[in-house]
């Protein structure tokens, strides 16, 4: 789920780019009071190649909606979100980042730090969230935010006119919800994130598989492992967003809107994804992809 976060560190890539590949990923309708309706489509942050996710329902669906619903509205933006970072990520006197992580995953930990090109020096004054983002992102490899759908959605949302788009978090909000965590659930996202790089490839690999082909169940399996299985991770950036975003989206749907929700797919996933949670309202929820 770090990968929710690491899209916001990512800078603009070259223009040309690998051949697309083709994508059916999960989408659902949901129809409320009055015949109102919403659409759930679940998205990937980020991705090695850009993928061709259009298709008749979801196109229809954007034609249809008035206002597109997503995490954060300025993924393109790559100096608003270096600036939402830095003006988060900075405090004086922090331990040197080795001391913030148990003895076993020490080696790893200068493994990446070696292959993000990063120095000790350069952690001096990095709280452990934005170290743990920082070392996510370069164990990334070839993913890039560039390619992912969030961006996507966002621009074909910009080529209809008129059409209102609402970020739930923003990019200062999303990185506020690492940067409120108490010290020790830091170092468990730190952690985390080491623990995982070993085998970041093969599952970034696996969860972009899922997402294009419209599996949920390895996606919310995803959602079951790593630092989401840490339970206080796992209620301040899981649990507690998916329950917010619930009551977002009815209460738009109250006020006569037509959302179009674009979220990781990851939140659409199990018994707290929002398809779930916006049946147990009451809503008519149903995957038409």
């Keep these: 789920m770090w990968r929710l976060a690491t899209l916001l560190l990512a800078l603009a890539l070259a223009a040309c780019g690998p051949r697309p590949q083709p994508a059916h990923p999960a989408f659902w309708e949901v129809e409320g009071p009055a015949g109102r309706k919403a659409w759930l489509f679940g ?3 980020s991705l090695a190649r850009p993928a061709l996710w259009r298709s008749p329902p979801i196109d229809g669906a954007l034609e249809e909606a008035d206002v597109l619903v997503v995490e954060v509205a300025g993924v393109d933006d790559d100096e608003a979100m270096a600036q939402a970072f830095a003006s988060l990520s900075q405090s004086p006197g922090q331990p040197p980042l080795a001391d913030r992580v148990e003895p ?7 493994e990446l730090m070696r292959k993000g090109g990063m120095t000790d020096s ?3 004054k990095t709280e452990t969230w934005a170290a743990a983002l920082m070392l996510a992102r370069a164990g990334s490899g070839e993913l890039s935010s560039k390619y992912g759908i969030d961006r996507a959605v966002i621009e074909a ?6 059409m209102k788009i609402i970020e739930l978090e923003g990019a200062d909000g999303q990185l506020r919800l ?3 965590l108490p010290e020790s ?14 085998s ?8 972009a598989e899922a997402w294009r082909t419209g599996d949920m169940e390895p996606i919310e399996r995803e959602t079951q492992r790593g630092m989401l299985a840490d339970p206080e991770l796992r209620m301040v950036l899981f649990t507690l967003r998916n329950s917010n975003w619930t009551e977002r989206i009815i209460g738009l749907m109250a006020d006569g809107a037509r959302p179009f929700v674009a979220v990781g797919a990851a939140h659409m996933a199990g018994p707290e994804g929002l398809p779930a949670l916006l049946e147990a309202k009451g809503y008519t929820v149903r995957r038409v992809q």
């Design 200 to 207: 970041l490839d093969t599952e970034s690999g696996s969860l």
């Design 157 to 162: 949302a910009r080529d209809r006119k008129g």
């Design 185 to 198: 659930e830091q170092r468990d996202l730190l952690a985390s994130v080491i623990a995982d790089s070993a």
């Design 178 to 180: 690492f940067d409120a």
């Design 122 to 124: 350069q952690f001096a």
């Design 43 to 45: 998205t990937i942050h």
């Design 104 to 110: 076993k995953l020490r080696a790893r930990l200068a």
